[in-house]
């Protein structure tokens, strides 16, 4: 909001996630007007409410035109204002307050009584009286003392010093003023450290602390601008009851503490910057994060005094304080002005400018500076041990004196200039004289002095220091964002510069402390060459940077009434307006700035002075402007970009430059120390040779160019803030290396005026000019206060400190402020003064300032008025705390000083730190997120977990919780921007991302927040439950970490260690020697498969090691198993089972993956199988096994006795038999963990059969047990056909991470199959690719369909994967053979068993190194990218972060790497049309602008010059792919390509498409490779519509689809994507959709889908190749997708693909928009092609409801033209829907179960009012009273007034539903409020009981807790705490306890949006 007149109008800004309530009083919405001047609404003025209130609504008014301002501006005359309104947000409030706050005097304290304190025995000693009087006899000297305000120095009193020190410790000070003998006060002062006593001791002591206190006092309290104590002795390292370091009392701890009590500060900041370690200090407020103590000291490594561990940089405070003690320690000797400089601008300002202190307070030691000499004092040998002296007795700096004029300087910003310095150390008299004195000129306000040794790049030392200090704190600030993060199993050399991997080391003290210490400074005498040495480059500095008190004006400042006459003829309102300069002098003259300050005359430049910069023919152009009339002029302006011409331009504009010459040449003679030019026209857009944007004239160029040619200035900075690129001044100067051009300006990726690709980060100048050029261009409008101090704290300070200037001109245009038309930004006016401050000291404060930009009239006056109080020395105000730049800003910062470091020795801090905890002190990750749209300060006006404390317990929410709506659903031109999850995944740290949700914030840390201003808070969600202390005890808030992704990245993470182990193999034969088990070893061997197995022998078992002694005596007496009356030889099942636990024993204990075990054909095998079980199980107690059995079932008394009550073990047993059709004996199972299937069929005459079941039934089941490996058993009759075991292989090992033992039975009449099947299982095993060739069914045969549905029936009461299946629904009944409906040219004949059906060895020997899969990716990808907005989800980093996951893992060393080619224009002419492709290929040579506008022309497009180029490459490297796997190069294959293609249709782009590259790679299979069966399965969460489109009449292709459809609601919102699209013509049943209708889809929806329909179906189909769409948007935490799968759950399902068909599989990335899902889900797919263990699946694996609604539409739409699915031809409604279907006779009636009521609610939520067709009924008088009770509410009240219910029609999966009729108002509506941070997590669990079934959220307090169903927590919350209003979590309904009703009011909208945000992933239906 900006204020033009009396009007507030909207901003140009990016929208804001901000809603609020209407006042009473009326509507809220902008004064604007149309463009015929009437009002189109007016809005009366709030007369209450908190500013909390107004910003919120400040935060949705709608933008407005350039033109409507104009409109306002016409009316801001002739309308008068209400004096009595209140504004809604004023952005110039502070600089309003400040426009009368000139700077306050400088205060000092010293007294002369302090020298009595001195050393008896030792009068040289270094902390001697001399130290005090040097400073005054210096300050007095140069006149410094008599400018300022004299303190009287006290003596603080006793209760004063027991604020902080033990009244021991002062009654011992105390006694020694009464000691006279020096022998005892020796003897005292060994008993401390480095300290002496005299009796004069304990009055200098009280004198120093009194007069720091006094000082203290005055400056917090305003009486003093700022002031200086000098005094002594000094006090930092002075602890509680310890003397230390010549410290007795703790001055600056003490007036802290002081200042906190008695002036009610809660924020203040202590920077230390003596030599030494104020260890004091930092124990006074280690734990109090109110005071932020900054410590600058020596440390080597703990070398130095104090010598302790807890001067180390990873010691940053404990509790509420942690992260506000900052330590910097020096690790060597020789620090200079360029590392303290380094120190001030990367850690120390941008920390202190986000904790935004009330006041600063500077422990002033000047021990640093040259020539100080430390001392070293020395432990004496006593009996703890401490024979070694530590400490170097010569350690010295190399700070120059001038540098502290600097520090203090930069640190007078902080805190509207609050700073009070107090003397510690320093003991090198002259350097000391000099630095205090400089430090007090600084405080006066005088310039600070240019730095004579010139900035290098700081030392390497210091380097490591920051960088380790940065990491330890950037968890609890967010300013740090400049360094990237690593992981360390990362591949990378130790020695990689972009890296760098903090350590702790420590050579301090680690004894006990000594019980003497010394008492005489023995520090090594300085040898006479280093004294000369010291005092010349001391006099040396003096000489130059010496103080200089100047009493010259501080500001001239020049202005012409003459320049007003250039205005537009043709526009009258044209923004750049005679009335910029006069509104600008009228606000300098009021506030008394003019007359502080000398006025210049004006003048008018020279024709060789502007001829210094533009050619003569453009000056000779300028000046016949005088002589044309208008008409002449109207018609010139046209040929120039955006200028208006006058007959008085020319003149006006040597004005504008003549004026900024006068105040150039004032400053640089000395006449004035700074100055203001106000000036027009503009210049800065003049390019040399013509007129350009408002500009005539270059005004700074001229300037800058006189200032070098004619007045001798050798260096000169010139920096831009104008929010247009100020191209001319950079033409200028490109090659010009005395003049460092710096601009900052918006960019917008080229598509912000003036739109030159000159304006970008990469251009740097030409020539000796190179370097020189800085642009730090902004690619996004919103940009305020954060990050325009971000850019002046990270590069802008550094390079200018290192170029050292001796002239600072500012282009100083205000249109980057808050209010512009034209800039869209948000900066405020005390930004430009705070930025102006900084400038001011450099070039000795030479600064001069030129009016450029700026056209709201009120912004520009009050920011050039701020500008020039800087400039004055006035205090500034405070800009908002915790100001963090967007991540936008953060990513230009990088880029500009990934260009200039090699420039800059300055900007060397850019290097990656990393993610884990190195230092084992839970550190570690990368920076904390900040906000990808609104500028940080912005952000900081409304609520979030920063600003804002949270007395609710912090939960972490859904990643759903934090999208916006899906981009696809949003317009086509401006897709909307969702929050990307900045959630670094750790490995270490994933367990703090899995902790309770009931606790606060336990992952990354709490950011240190700081104590607001007593205002009213912005929202106020609810009251706390008790009143705390208003800084100590407030709740810190963490910034929230998603650790609902992080939590399902955990499996992800730890498969990187999950490789495939060994294989073992065991042969148990009849016979020694046996020739089968020979034969089938060499074949094996032949394959170079056994060589790759761990053989083992073969191992009877005795009958105790498997039979406990009761089951052994009861199976012995009835005889059951044959001869287990002998103990080892002789009975097959002891031989057996001995063999087979030896195998599964080594597998549990992790030595080997999986194994077979091979058994000659004899009685046993599958009760020494059982027994074996049973044996391993005694050992591992917790493992859960499932055996399953192919063959003659276990013995019913083995498993009576084994597993009949053994809960960790799950039997499915399966054979061949001749029952009669319909016989269900043993279907029905005995018992719930053993599942017997018996099969009235032959197994050889189809795979099929037996596929289906294990589809259908085995699969579901185990998945549904989740063991840890996996069993089979398979007679002899079941090997007869050579696929069965690999498939079988296939199929069971993703569910146990590969963990599998096959035990199969060989027979000598089978040998030729019975060799092929093993073979290729025992390839499978070990991960090598083997796919026989498959039989083509024709269907399913009766008898087996029978089966399947008697199991189903019989086992659904214990499994629910069967009770919610999709063929759960069917009734059996026999059914005919179908007829296939392949077309005759694709069905096969079945396939006998032969010998070439396993791969040869030929075929093998490519795939035995592991090169199985090939890679394709290319960075050239990345080149299509969004001008308009960097945050948009489609990013080239979606395909980098794969690429570098891949690499993580070790997977791409594994691949065969393709290079990426692009498509041709034959390949793509197969599927798109000739129009499309030419539409496509014309992209290249369109202007960023034009693409933009052709952009609104598509659905959900953007486009880029690059994009055609980029398209081609992704569907060509897919190509590549399909090439090298149907060539046998390899068998899979990963394509990681951009952008995806699925939605793109034959004529047009859709939906981030453009070529459909997956459509083109299956018609070039087909059409090059003459295949005839491709499947392409998409699983992108979104319809892939284009490859629908394109397949739907080809029979050949089969497309699936398993997406998001929400009822045709979720993108591309067609009816196409629904289930009953199968196809068209011959495609007819080739065409698959699976849509879900509702979000929140996980993995065992995705599982039931797959292994209900896409297996079957698949494997019936049995393609030649499978292609994958493969769009991650369905992951966990992808901000548009509203799912939940995990990467394991992709993994699975592309395991499964391998075992389709040929096997060929080729992954192709599709959507994904969450970085971290998707490099972890495409790594986990890969990782499945290369055969590598995959993560088992964890949770509940029960498809929901709706998702079992969809498969079975699907099965019902497709059962007629696929056998695999039609197992009964009749639909009937599932058992789940019935019980959930609502009775006629009653609204809603209730539920019989706990899961009818879920579903229900859940059904309600899918509902939209605005939808449905009502019509109203009338009920029953009389109303059956259920058994649950009324379902009305949380309490469960009814509404027993409500006569009539609206029956709502048309709604999925019913015919009707009924729903309660809401109120539409209550009187409880007040007691709504804002919903915290604006999100809700609708998965929370119930705050007092944890229960997740049924929960509430109240609307008062946002407490979440449980319903009436559970616990009735919320109902008892709404009694005790009468909050009424409560919203649903199930059906998002809300219910008023009060009104026993439902209601559904405006007021409640933001709430329910918010929680179908979080629920369903996109914006609720209108009315809603």
Known sequence: ?????????????????????????????????????????????????????????????????????????????????????????????????????????????????????????????????????????????????????????????EEEVLNLHSPAHFGLLQTTSSITDQEKLEDLSSRFDSVYFHPGTFESALLAAGGTLDLVDA???????????????????????????????????????????????????????????????????YSDPRVLYFSIHRYEHGSFWPNLRESNYDYIGQGNGKGFNFNVPLNSIGMANQDFLAILHQVLLPVAYEFSPELVIVSAGFDAAIGCHEFGPELVIVSGGFDSAVGDSKGE???????????????????????????????????????????????????????????????????????????????????????????????????????????????????????????????????????????????????????????????????????ELHHSLTEGEHPERPERIRRVWEMLSRVGVVERCRVLQSRRAQHEEVELVHTKEHVEFMYKLESMDEEELQILQESYKSVYL?????????????????????????????????????????????????????????????????????????????????????????????????????????????????????????????????????????????????????????????????????????????????????????????????????????????????????????????????????????????????????????EVISVHSKYWSALCFQVELPLQDVLQQGCGGGPQGVDSGVSGSEASLSPSPISIPSPVKSRDSSPSTTTTTSPYVSAPSSPAKPIFMECEVKTNDVQECLSDSKETASSVGARPRTQQPKKT??????????????????????????????????????????????????????????????????????????????????????????????????????????????????????????????????????????????????????????????????????????????????????????????????????????????????????????????????????????????????????????????????????????????????????????????????????????????????????????????????????????????????????????????????????????????????????????????????????FKEGQSVCLVYSEAMKEHLNYADSTHPECPDRISCIFEQLCNFGIVERCQRLKAREATLQELERVHSSRHIKFMSGLQALKPSELHHLENSFDSIYLHRRTNRCALLAAGSILTAVDCVMSGSCQHGVAVVRPPGHHAERNNPCGFCFYNSVG????????????????????????????????????????????????????????????????????????????????????AEYLAAFLEVVLPVATEFNPQLVLISAGFDAAVGDPLGGCNVTPECYGHMTKFLTCVGDGRVIVALEGGYNLTSISYCMTLCAKALLGDPLPCLSGNLTPCQSAVDSLINVVGAHCKFWSSLNLKGKMVESPRKQASSISTQRPISSPTSSQAVDELAASLSQVSMAEATPRKIQTEEKKEEAPGGELEGACGGGHEDSATTLILSDCLGAQELYAVVPVSWCPHLEEVQPVPDGTLNTSSACEECYDTSENWCCLTCYKVLCGRFVSEHMLMHGVCEEHHMVLSFSDLSIWCYACDSYVHNPVLFEAKRAAHLDKFGLEPPECS
Request: net charge neutral; hydrophobic share 35%; proline share 6%.
């Open 1560 to 1643: 083109v790679a299956a018609q070039h299979a087909v059409t090059s490779h003459h295949l005839q069966r491709v499947l392409v399965l998409d699983w992108d969460v979104h319809h892939g519509n284009g490859t629908q489109h394109m397949f739907e009449s080809d029979p050949r292709v089969l497309y699936i689809s398993i997406h998001r459809y929400d009822n045709g609601r979720f993108f591309p919102g067609s009816a196409d994507a629904n289930y009953n699209r199968v196809g068209l013509k011959k495609g007819k049943g080739f065409n698959i959709n699976i849509p879900w209708n509702k979000g929140g889809m996980g993995d």
């Open 1 to 157: 909001m900006y204020c033009v007149g009396q009007y507030w109008m909207a901003e140009d800004k990016p929208e804001r996630k901000t809603s609020g309530r209407n006042p009473p009083g009326g509507s809220v919405a902008a004064a604007v007007a149309d463009t015929d001047g009437k009002t189109k609404e007016t809005v009366p003025r709030e007369s209450g409410g908190g500013i909390g209130k107004n910003r919120r609504l400040a935060s949705i008014r709608s933008r407005i035109s350039i033109e409507e301002l104009k409109n306002v501006y016409k009316r801001q005359v002739t309308l008068s204002q209400d004096d009595s309104a209140e504004p809604i947000f004023d952005p110039m409030a502070k600089a309003q307050e400040s426009l009368m706050v000139v700077r306050g005097k400088t205060g000092v304290v010293y007294c002369h009584q302090m020298t009595n304190h001195l050393c008896f025995w030792d009068p040289q000693h270094m902390e001697k009286p001399e130290r005090l009087l040097c400073i005054l006899d210096r300050c007095q000297e140069l006149g410094l003392l008599q400018e300022c305000e004299r303190l009287e120095c006290r003596a603080a009193k």
């Open 646 to 894: 006058h007959p008085k331009t020319n003149d006006c504009a040597l004005l504008s430059a003549g004026c900024l010459l006068q105040v150039v040449e004032e400053v640089w003679q000395g006449r004035a120390r700074a100055g203001v030019g106000l000036i027009r026209p503009p210049g800065h857009h003049a390019e040399p040779d013509q007129p350009h944007g408002f500009c005539f004239y270059n005004n700074v160029a001229v300037a800058a160019r006189h200032a070098i040619h004619n007045l001798g200035c050798q260096r000169v900075l010139i920096v831009d803030w104008d929010v247009h690129h100020g191209n001319g001044i950079q033409h200028a100067f490109e090659e010009e290396p005395r003049v460092l051009y710096v601009s900052l300006h918006r960019y917008d990726h080229g598509l912000f005026f003036p739109s030159s690709e000159d304006a970008n980060f990469d251009r740097v100048g030409r020539g000796p000019g190179e370097g020189f050029t800085i642009n730090i261009p902004w690619n996004k409008s919103g940009m305020g206060d954060a990050e325009y101090m971000a850019a002046f704290t990270q590069v802008i300070m550094p390079v200018a400190y290192q170029f050292n200037p001796q002239l600072v001109l500012v282009a100083a245009g205000f249109d980057a402020a808050r209010g512009d038309p034209l800039g869209g930004c948000r900066t405020s006016p005390e930004c430009y003064g705070h930025m102006t401050s900084l400038l001011a000291g450099l070039a000795e404060g030479r600064v001069v300032l030129a009016l450029e930009g700026g056209y709201n009239l009120t912004t520009i006056s009050y920011c050039m008025t701020l500008c020039a109080k800087a400039l004055l020395g006035d205090p500034m105000p405070p800009l908002e705390a915790q100001l963090v730049p967007n991540k936008s800003a953060v990513h230009t910062i990088n």
């Open 397 to 563: 700096m190399e700070v120059s004196p001038g540098l502290y004029a600097h520090l203090t300087s930069h640190l007078m910003t902080l805190a509207q200039g609050k700073v009070a310095v107090v003397l510690e150390g320093g003991y090198y008299l002259p350097s000391l004289a000099e630095s205090a004195a400089m430090t007090l000129s600084a405080l006066l306000g005088h310039p600070c002095p240019s730095l004579m040794d010139p900035i290098i790049q700081p030392s390497k030392s210091l380097q490591e220091t920051l960088l380790s200090l940065v990491y330890v704190q950037r968890p609890y600030w967010k300013c740090f964002q400049y360094q990237g993060s690593f992981s360390l199993e990362e591949v990378r050399g130790d020695s990689d510069p972009k890296t760098f991997t903090p350590s702790l080391s420590f050579m301090g003290l680690t004894s006990c402390r000594p019980l003497r210490f010394p008492t005489r400074d023995n520090v090594e005498p300085r040898t006479p060459e280093a004294l000369q040495r010291i005092n010349d480059k001391f006099q040396c500095l003096r000489q130059k940077e010496g103080v200089r008190v100047r009493f010259e004006p501080r500001l001239c400042l020049v202005y012409d009434e003459g320049m």
């Open 1017 to 1406: 808070p912005n929202r106020t969600p609810h009251k706390p439950r008790q009143a705390s202390n208003r800084s100590v005890d407030r709740q810190r808030s963490t910034p929230k970490k998603h650790g609902k992704v992080a939590a399902a990245m955990q499996a992800a993470i730890a498969s990187q260690s999950l490789v495939k182990g060994p294989t073992g193999v065991v042969c148990v034969e009849r016979d020694k020697g046996g020739s089968l088990a020979e034969t089938i070893v060499n074949q094996c061997q032949a394959l170079d498969l056994w060589q790759a197995c761990n053989v083992l022998s073969s191992q009877p078992a005795m009958k105790a090691e498997v039979f406990p002694e009761k089951i052994l005596q009861h199976l012995c007496s009835a005889n059951v198993v044959n001869g287990l009356r002998g103990e080892r030889t002789g009975d097959a099942s002891l031989q057996i089972a001995g063999s087979v636990a030896k195998l599964l024993q080594e597998i549990l204990d992790g030595k080997f993956q999986n194994g077979m075990a091979l058994t000659e054909a004899m009685d046993g095998l599958h009760s020494g199988v059982a027994l074996a079980v049973h044996s391993v199980l005694s050992i591992h107690s917790k493992a859960r096994m499932v055996v399953v059995d192919f063959g003659n079932c276990v013995e019913p008394e083995i498993l009576d006795h084994l597993f009949s009550h053994e809960p960790r073990v799950l039997v499915l047993s399966v054979r061949q038999c001749q029952y009669a059709s319909g016989s269900t004996s043993r279907n029905k199972g005995r018992y719930s963990n053993v599942l017997s299937v018996d099969i009235n069929c032959n197994i050889a005459e189809s795979s099929h059969d037996y596929l289906t079941l294990v589809h259908q039934l085995l699969l579901p089941v185990i998945y549904e047990f989740g063991p840890q490996m996996v069993v089979m058993t398979a007679a002899c009759e079941w090997n007869i056909y050579p696929a069965f075991l690999p498939n079988m292989a296939g199929l069971f090992l993703p569910v146990t991470s590969d963990r599998l033992v096959m035990a199969v039975e060989i027979d000598q009449q089978r040998s030729i199959v019975v060799n092929e099947g093993i073979v290729g299982a025992l390839s499978t095993l070990l991960g090598r690719p083997y796919h026989p060739k498959m039989s083509q069914s024709e269907s399913l045969r009766p008898e087996v369909c029978q089966t399947i549905l008697e199991v189903m029936k019989a086992q659904q009461g214990n499994w629910k994967s069967l009770r919610y299946h999709a063929l759960a629904s069917l009734v059996t009944s026999s059914t005919g053979k179908q007829e296939s409906l392949l077309p005759s040219h694709l069905q096969q004949q079945t396939i006998k068993p032969q010998e070439d059906a396993l791969l040869k060895p030929k075929e093998l020997e490519c």
């Open 219 to 285: 400056v917090a309290s305003g009486r003093l601008q700022n002031g200086f104590a000098i005094v002594r002795p000094p006090g930092h390292h002075a602890m509680e009851s310890e003397f230390c370091g010549y410290s007795f009392i703790n001055n600056v701890a003490l007036a802290t503490r002081q200042a906190l009590n008695t002036h009610g500060l809660s924020r203040i900041l202590i920077v230390d910057w003596d030599v030494h370690h104020g260890q004091g200090t930092q124990q006074a407020f």
